[in-house]
């Protein structure tokens, strides 16, 4: 068995141990006639099986600034397995708080991983 088998077994237990099925929309910014933009949100996404996981709250985290201009810090990660579809952007709702991926984590093969952050709640 290779590595990369390995460590695609271990992000699905890890991902199964506290599992949450959320609906991802993937957003579009379009621009308007006054030279603004707004986001249209596309098909939503099939659901999929994540790990949802909390940021560690006593260390500061940089902010991001997203693609609305607006600078934002990351409250959680997303863990998906290796074929997940999630991408910068993208909305979705989860125990009644609104929540947008800012940043995607590099791509090792065995996971996608992105950040989060909340929005309202």
Known sequence: MSELTIQRQLTKAFIDTMPVTLVLTPRTKVPTDIGGFTWQEEEPRLPQVLRFVELDTSRPNDP??????????ADFMLIGEWDAIIEVNDIFTYDGDSFTVIEMYYDNGWEVRAKVARHGG
């Open 64 to 73: 991001i600034r997203t693609q609305d201009g607006i600078e934002r810090r």
